[in-house]
């Protein structure tokens, strides 16, 4: 009897994510099992262009007191509610065992209002406006990032009531450390230990003093073979996959491809500019999926802190810019992936394939779905 051919849209597998030095399980055959799990609530699509209740809406009062300013475009302002306090932190206490550690950490945290209109998340805003985002992003990284103690800037956004976002007001947020925090830290290493044990192909972008760079080379992997099959829109400096170890159903992994950038503060004008298309693009291809606001979580991963806080060493841009984001809706607009049982317990699982998404998503309209009705 001839052993069966493998099928990796058909067979359960393991793919091996270098980034993280964890793996996850490809079950594709299990698309076809009913669903009679939770059903999310529809989301509300309509929303006002100012609400009074809103305390992200220009001129109304925040919770903690504070008024937020009239802004035209981007406002910035540092949270009320912080997770972490400005440093110098008190001395941990004695601890009883070493199993019993405890280690102080500061910081602190920031809010980025992307647009005043409450109702335009970023697949909805001009280009211009998300250019406007990108630089508010840099300034606040450098500004950040170039404080005493600081080493590390988190850029963030929580998208949609499903991923935990308070207010549906288009906002993001940036939290610095006085420590490098645990995700970011084992990127960092996973990058080091790659360059240091692998020799770069012909072509590919090279890391530093030409060193191999393991997310330049899977950036070129992705763009250059035929038949890869996870690229969903790329431009001119830009490529958005679904990777090939992608844990999340539709999740994407943002990296520029044609050179090693270790932060935005590293971009180009014309980098940012192009950065701002294909985010556009992107979020654009997630509303249409399902034609809903996709909830997903993104973050910028990069170098730490900008260059004028560390020392000058290869660890510090070894790092890669790139940006996760991770979106919990599975099969509809009301349906999504729970982070439960095996996932918890053993290893991470998936069951549509990252090809399979990668399509589905390049299938989607760049012409949102709500101007596109209002086109008709």
Same mark, same amino acid.
């Given at each position: ?110 809010? &980025?209002?992307?647009?005043? @209109? !409450?109702?335009?998340? #970023?697949?909805? +805003?001009? $280009? =211009? ?124 992994? &943002?990296?520029?491809?044609? @050179? !090693?950038?270790?932060? #935005?503060?590293? +971009?180009? $004008? =014309? ?106």
């Amino acid at each position: 009897m001839m052993a069966e051919i493998f099928d990796p849209s058909t067979h359960p597998h393991r793919r091996y994510n270098p980034l993280t030095n964890e793996h996850v399980i490809v079950s594709p055959h299990r698309n076809k099992r009913p669903w009679l799990g939770q059903v999310e609530p529809p989301q509300n699509n309509e929303l006002p262009q100012y609400d009074p209740a809103c305390y992200l809406c220009p001129g109304n009062t925040r919770a903690g007191g504070e008024k937020t300013g009239v802004y035209e475009h981007t406002y910035v302002f540092a949270n009320d509610y912080a997770a972490v306090l400005p440093p110098p932190m008190p001395k941990a206490p004695i601890y009883p065992h070493h199993l019993l550690t405890t280690e102080p950490v500061g910081g602190g945290c920031d809010v &980025l209002i992307f647009h005043p @209109r !409450h109702d335009l998340t #970023i697949p909805r +805003l001009p $280009l =211009e406006d998300i250019e406007r985002i990108i630089e508010e992003w840099i300034k606040i990284y450098i500004e950040r990032g170039s404080e005493e103690g600081i080493k590390h800037v988190q850029i963030f956004e929580n998208k949609g009531a499903m991923m935990g976002c308070s207010n549906p007001h288009p906002h993001g947020q940036v939290w610095s450390f006085t420590t490098i925090p645990t995700l970011p830290a084992h990127e960092i290493t996973n990058l080091i230990n790659y360059s240091n044990s692998h020799h770069p192909p012909s072509g590919a972008p090279k890391g530093p003093h030409g060193k191999p760079c393991l997310l330049c080379e899977y950036a070129y992997t992705e763009v250059t073979i035929k038949g890869t099959k996870r690229l969903v829109v790329k431009n001119d400096h830009w490529v958005a996959v679904v990777p090939w170890w992608a844990y999340w159903p539709f999740e994407i992994l &943002l990296l520029p491809y044609r @050179r !090693h950038i270790p932060s #935005i503060a590293h +971009l180009t $004008l =014309e980098e940012r500019t192009s950065f701002a298309d294909i985010l556009s693009r992107v979020t654009k291809r997630y509303d249409n999926l399902f034609s809903c606001s996709f909830a997903y979580s993104m973050g910028i991963h990069q170098r730490p802190v900008p260059l004028s806080s560390l020392g000058e060493t290869d660890e510090d841009d070894i790092a890669h810019l790139h940006l996760h984001f991770s979106p919990p809706l599975l099969r509809s607009a009301t349906v999504k992936k729970f982070m439960a049982g095996i996932e918890l317990m053993a290893e991470s699982q998936r069951d549509i394939t990252p090809e399979q998404a990668a399509q589905r998503l390049r299938e989607c309209s760049e012409i949102h779905y709500m101007d596109a009705t209002k086109e008709q």
